[in-house]
């Protein structure tokens, strides 16, 4: 380094260290990594195995009660924010455990949630009012700000997975919740009195948003999307990246089910192979049915029933599947989407 350059850098080195009295920094020196020349995740890939977690859940059923946790939950932390209650960047994943006649009490909060069924019978879920029976592989809704309490009727235990739009309103602290007043909230309104309106393709005349954003239909029966895709895959050929991928929608206005999350569920045919995808969002993803293989950047995750991984943005995925399988996805797409940066990369087709 010569005189002039060992000047110029002292000189630089003592102005920054005057600006940080006055709270200040230099743009310059942190430019290229602050915004660099394509997205960079954090999050890593990362598998739960659900023969692996199970156990561990009814381990916790024995531990302490529903009622005592409120939220009798274990929560599916990324190994790259261990501490944070993060799945990815912007998505918090649990799986939630509901013993027979148990009560999780009415809370509301403001993060959105949904509820994906993974196992048992007789499980429930009240949302503002509203009761709905709770089925493997039912896609239940929770708006933001809605009472809700969950419970189980049944004779064995009832779990599913939790996603919730967490870390993206910690961003924003505007996190909060609201106990209730009561374990259970009054059920003012008959069981599938929201499907009867808004998810039979016909709308009530001077339909309102009930929930502002949030679809007006909260439990997705599984028995119906699994029609629809099966029928699907039967009328058209599967897409190179896709699959038969069918997103839950907003009777209202064809959106997205909630504003913060989106969710889809993707059928891949026995024998087909997706080619590789790459996009913004980060996404966590369970199997409903079946099984696959998931390749996400270099790293090769073999899914079966019930198995939960996150997916980080701008990696490289596809899915191979040896049986037919059916994948739940919910990711931030929406966010991205609303805010104008959402892009996708579509690999060459083979």
């Known amino acids: 380094m010569n005189t002039e350059t060992s000047s110029t850098a002292t000189q630089r080195a003592d102005f920054y260290a005057r600006l940080a009295p006055h709270d200040m920094a230099p743009l310059w020196e942190v430019l290229k990594s602050l915004v660099p020349p394509q997205p960079q995740a954090h999050a890593k890939a990362h598998q739960w195995r659900y023969a692996d977690v199970r156990p561990l859940l009814l381990e916790s059923g024995a531990l302490l009660s529903a009622e005592e946790a409120e939220r009798r939950v274990l929560v599916l932390e990324n190994p790259a924010y261990v501490g944070q209650t993060k799945a990815t960047a912007s998505l918090y994943a649990g799986i939630q455990l509901v013993l027979p006649g148990e009560i999780a009490p009415a809370h509301r909060h403001t993060p959105s949630a949904l509820r994906f069924v993974m196992e048992g019978q007789g499980g429930f879920t009240a949302v503002d009012g509203e009761r709905t029976t709770m089925r493997p592989g039912d896609f239940i809704t929770t708006p933001a700000w809605a009472w809700h309490d969950h419970g189980n009727d049944g004779d064995g235990p009832v779990a599913w997975l939790d996603g919730l739009d967490i870390p993206t309103l910690q961003f924003y ?178």
């Open 173 to 350: 602290e505007a996190i909060f919740m609201q106990p209730g007043n009561a374990k259970r909230q009054s059920v003012t309104r008959p069981e599938g009195d929201s499907q009867a309106r808004f998810g039979e393709g016909l709308l009530p005349l001077g339909a309102e948003r009930r929930f502002g954003l949030t679809s007006p239909v909260f439990n997705y029966p599984y028995d119906r999307t699994r029609e629809a895709l099966h029928k699907s895959a039967r009328g058209m050929d599967p897409d190179p990246h896709h699959a038969v991928s069918l997103r839950y929608s907003n009777p209202l206005d064809g959106g997205w089910a909630l504003p913060t999350m989106s969710t889809w569920m993707m059928h891949v045919p026995a024998g087909y192979s997706t080619a590789s995808v790459r996009s913004t969002d980060s996404m966590v993803m369970t199997v409903a049915e079946g099984g696959c293989a998931v390749t996400v950047g270099e790293s090769v995750f073999e899914l079966a029933k019930n198995d939960v991984l996150s997916v980080p943005g701008w990696t490289w995925r596809s899915v191979a599947a040896s049986e037919d399988c059916n994948l739940f996805v919910f990711s931030d797409r929406v966010v991205h989407e609303k805010l104008g940066f959402f892009r996708e990369e579509l690999g060459l087709v083979r």
